[in-house]
Nanobody
């Protein structure tokens, strides 16, 4: 299985926008996560790639949008109105499972990094005030 590959990170001023890309082929679920030093990885949202259904963490759902280009096996994370608290390493991750059951099928499970098997190397996003 090919690991997901993130791109599109960079530096942006507060209030700005950024779109991250995740090249991920062969995964039923693809999630986006972020992490700052000394903290746990935070689930942001993701997509079930067959239906295109997306899911989001409450803290970001008003500002972040996830969409996919199935023809290019790419999942995007569009981030708007960024603030310095969004500074982090951003990761995408894939889950090949054909079906999720129990907790893994809930929003909490979909946002849990432990339910994803394959991870990219991350792309850094820095938001300056």
């Amino acid at each position: 299985q090919v690991q997901p590959v993130e791109s599109g990170g960079g530096s942006v001023q507060a209030g700005g926008s950024l779109i991250l890309s995740c090249a991920a082929s062969g995964y039923r679920w693809v999630g986006w996560f972020r992490q700052t030093p000394g903290t746990e990885r935070e689930g942001l949202g993701g997509v079930e790639t067959v239906s295109g259904n997306t899911y989001y963490a409450d803290p970001v759902k008003a500002r972040f949008t996830i969409f996919q280009d199935s023809t290019e096996n790419t999942i995007y994370l569009q981030m708007t109105n960024l603030n310095p608290e969004d500074t982090a390493m951003y990761y995408c991750a894939g889950d090949q499972s054909k079906i999720r059951t129990g907790r893994a099928a809930t929003l909490q499970g979909l946002l849990d990094p432990e339910t994803y098997d394959y991870w990219g190397q991350g792309t850094q996003v820095t938001v300056s005030s």
